[in-house]
């Protein structure tokens, strides 16, 4: 067996790898990287692939999917609509800020007409292989693959604690020969959820005691659904809005409410709040009173979120809760290091509160390292984290075949099962 990595190695995003086997040439995941201005693709794949597998709705792991044609691609069937939401919100933005992208409106549509979904639990045979689909607890339709004949496991992301929003995974499938997971937080845990929780809706109040707007840009998918939750178990009565992509998102996981993990919680959660949807016509409207404002673009990198900064930036009553890692060079990562943001091309300072919470649906350290000890593979190929050398370096110690990959092909050794 083959193993090439085309992105995500050293890094976070662009997810992308190439498994060959004596027949089969499968694809876990093409994603790619956000730039201030434009975007980075994993490498070029120039040959024929037979399927790609989607690990799930997020734009690192498949925003470069249009780029394969002409392909089978498999996934839960909530990853074809957010594949769909998330395609189609990329293409606006290029033709916004004026770069090609590599694909179009067809492109995207191919991509839909290509998709068979699968279901957790469900076995996909590729030639000589076979690929196993399991929860990966990240978020809901969220999978990881295993290669059953050749005994691999590609992680994609994955949580095994639970969050309000899904049950995290349970992998019960014995010894794996080769494991590629994902190290986004292999160098630490993440704060206790319940003291998180409490420290941001303690932060909410004083927002509003203060008659302030809370924003709290989020994560679109996932994420949003996650903070309503958190707000349902607390009570909180004030108005809540949801605007941007995170109502389009929201409307989907509304839409599959077997894959949370209390059945139908959001939609009942957000009639508990009285959640209403926000268009751009009202924005200025509700702004005029204390409220709770949740809208897309976690990092600050544009949608409505910048329109309602551009009208609160210098409100001191005002705050931003900012609910997700923020990427080196974005505009959110650049606000929590400076306190400043551009507003209308210029330099301002944020007289607003700005915070950062930790609601991260990735593995910590310790899910990550007691994944690695009840498989206890042969290999382990550590991607899609910064500190992927450390961590294979530990994991080399603790007796492990352990790699931090470069973006190149790898043999395999199958006789050593």
């Not at 309000?164 to 160098?187: F, H």
């Not at 679109?220 to 995170?246: V, W």
């Amino acid at each position: 067996m083959e193993l090439c990595f085309k992105g995500a190695a050293k890094e976070v995003g662009r997810s992308a790898i190439l498994v060959k086997t004596d027949k089969a040439k499968i694809m876990f995941d093409y994603g790619l990287k956000p730039l201030p201005k434009g975007v980075d693709f994993p490498e070029k794949v120039n040959e024929k692939i037979d399927g790609l597998f989607l690990s799930h709705g997020h734009l690192d792991h498949l925003g470069a999917a249009p780029l394969l044609k002409n392909i089978p691609v498999y996934g839960h069937e909530i990853t074809s609509h957010f594949a769909r939401l998330l395609l189609t919100d990329t293409l606006k933005i290029a033709k916004q800020d004026g770069y090609d992208i590599g694909y179009g409106e067809d492109d995207v549509k191919d991509l839909q007409k290509n998709f068979e979904s699968m279901d957790y639990e469900q076995t996909v045979n590729i030639k000589d292989e076979s690929v196993k689909a399991i929860d990966a607890g990240h978020m809901p339709g969220s999978f990881m693959f295993f290669m059953e004949k050749s005994s691999l496991l590609y992680t994609g992301d994955f949580k095994l604690e639970d969050t309000r929003l899904v049950k995290g995974a349970k992998v019960d499938i014995g010894k794996v020969n080769t494991l590629i997971t994902e190290t986004t937080y292999s160098d630490r845990d993440h704060p206790d959820r319940d003291k998180e929780e409490k420290r941001l809706i303690e932060y909410i109040k004083q927002t509003l005691d203060n008659d302030g707007v809370m924003l709290m840009p989020t994560f679109a998918i996932s994420r949003t659904q996650e903070i309503i939750l958190i707000l349902n178990e607390y009570g909180i009565k004030t108005p809540i809005y949801i605007d941007g992509m995170s109502a389009s998102a929201t409307e989907i996981i509304n839409a599959y409410p077997e894959l949370q993990k209390d059945y139908n919680s959001v939609k009942k959660a957000m009639q508990r709040l009285d959640v209403r949807y926000v268009d751009a016509p009202n924005r200025k409207k509700i702004i005029k009173k204390p409220c709770i404002i949740i809208t897309g673009s976690g990092m600050l990198e544009g949608g409505a979120i910048l329109e309602y900064m551009k009208r609160l930036y210098d409100n001191e009553n005002c705050s931003v809760a900012l609910t997700g890692f923020q990427v080196p060079g974005t505009a959110g990562f650049k606000l929590l290091q400076t306190g400043q943001m551009s507003i209308n091309g210029k330099e301002v300072k944020v007289k607003a509160n700005v915070k950062k919470f930790d609601f991260s649906s990735h593995a910590s350290r310790t899910d990550i390292l007691k994944l690695v000890k009840k498989l206890n593979p042969e290999n382990v190929f550590c991607i899609h984290g910064e500190k992927t050398e450390e961590f294979s370096s530990e994991l080399k110690e603790l007796g492990y075949n352990a790699y931090s990959p470069d973006r190149k092909c790898y043999k395999i050794n199958l006789d050593k099962k």
